[in-house]
């Protein structure tokens, strides 16, 4: 199934120069980036998009965090983009993601010393976690005329 998916990079993301590195692992995978820009998110849309963890002990910490500098956004469109994009991107936690992951490449923080420093965990990349949490992610952060239809070089030379 072809779906569409959003990715975030978060701003310790963009503080680290990663945006070509992190674009360049879609790309080379085939996925195809059909919208991007970058954005600074203020409380109220942190909490239109955290909805789900406002009632969390980490939301605060996680508002200060995703407010705290520009975030590269992204939406995604391949097949099965929501669960590859996920992988791409690894677990949660950057401590005990895989290497290979772009949070087990460039990042080892862990829950613990998130937890104990009183801030939400630092792991470059948000990406929807499910089919139904993408289309919503996708309304939230995209307007129709941000999005473009086009082929990639591969789909024109398989048809
Ligand atoms: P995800 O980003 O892998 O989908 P979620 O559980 O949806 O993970 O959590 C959203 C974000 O909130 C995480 O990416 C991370 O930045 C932060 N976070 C999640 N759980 C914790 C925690 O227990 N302590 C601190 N921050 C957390
Ligand atoms: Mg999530």
């Known amino acids: 199934m072809i779906e569409q998916t959003l990715v975030l990079i ?3 993301g963009v503080k680290r120069g990663l945006i070509g590195e992190v674009t360049k692992r879609f790309e080379l995978r085939g996925l195809k ?8 998110v ?3 849309f942190s909490k239109k998009h955290y909805a789900a963890h406002i009632d969390k002990k980490f939301y605060l910490g996680l508002e200060k965090f995703i407010i705290s500098g520009p975030i590269v ?3 995604i469109e391949g097949i099965d983009a ?15 993601a895989d290497v290979g992951t772009i949070r087990g490449d460039y990042a080892h923080t862990s829950y613990g010393h998130a937890d104990e420093q009183g801030k939400a965990i630092e792991n470059l990349i948000h990406a929807s976690g499910n089919s139904d949490e993408a289309k919503q992610e996708v309304a939230l952060w ?3 005329d941000e999005l473009h239809s086009y082929k990639l ?5 398989t048809l």
């Open 10 to 12: 978060k701003p310790d």
């Open 33 to 40: 980036i059909v919208g991007i820009k970058m954005v600074r």
């Open 42 to 44: 203020d409380p109220d």
């Open 73 to 75: 956004a992204m939406i």
């Open 82 to 96: 929501v669960e590859v994009v996920r992988k791409i991107v690894g677990s949660t936690e950057p401590k005990g």
């Open 142 to 144: 995209f307007s129709i």
């Open 153 to 157: 070089s591969h789909e024109e030379h």
